[in-house]
């Protein structure tokens, strides 16, 4: 099913955010180049807390009982630890990435990059979001939109990822065609965005 002037869907406005919004709904692959140091130092740590914290726990609180030596633990239950420390350490480093895209924390080096990488693909006449590679329809784009956006709120309790291309980011794409200090150095030219939406839709 196609959207047209007289069927589109109804939107909710963007909620406020303390920094500039990159992208409301930014797709799972971006989210995780956009990954800061910082993000993987946090990564790192929480996967080696989780094994070292049950080895302290058992030395604490040995699971003999009180008074008793604390006992060996098996290499599976390290690796369960592991696991579940490398899955915890990926979830708040893809949160702190996401919220950086919603402006919900400080971003300005990512606001930085996205700028320069929108301007290249509209100065090669390509979509910003890559929706002309989506094999769904509009309403199925807007469905997939829908289920993704804010999902990383919740992460922890439902695992959700935008996985799919659609054209729902509440930004505009305008904003891209007006250069700020440094970005005439970057000789950029870009496409009219008619242009493009003609030849990729």
Not at 18 to 26: A, F, K, Q
Not at 62 to 84: D, E, F, H, Q
């Amino acid at each position: 099913m196609s959207y047209t002037a007289t069927n589109t869907p109804v939107r909710a406005l963007p909620l406020d955010s303390d920094y500039e919004r990159i992208d409301g709904d930014p797709y799972f692959g971006r989210v995780v180049s956009y990954f800061r140091p910082s993000d993987y130092l946090n990564w790192a740590i929480s996967t080696a807390i989780f094994p070292a914290g049950l080895k302290l726990w058992e030395r604490i609180e040995p699971s003999g009982g009180s008074g008793s030596k604390p006992l060996r633990i098996n290499g599976t239950t390290y690796r369960a630890a592991v696991a579940m420390g490398l899955v915890g350490g990926f979830f708040l480093a893809y949160v702190r990435s996401s919220q950086r895209f919603l402006g919900w924390r400080e971003n300005a080096s990512e606001v930085k990059r996205d700028r320069f990488e929108m301007k290249k693909l509209l100065s090669e006449g390509k979509l910003p979001f890559h929706e002309d590679k989506s094999a769904l329809d509009d309403r199925n784009k807007d469905v997939a939109n829908r289920n993704s956006q804010y999902s990383s709120s919740f992460l922890f309790i439902l695992p959700w990822f935008n996985l799919a291309y659609h054209p729902y980011h509440q930004v505009n794409l305008e904003k891209y065609y007006i250069d700020r200090p440094g970005e005439e150095e970057w000789g950029f030219k870009l496409k009219p965005l008619d242009e493009i939406y003609q030849k990729n839709t």
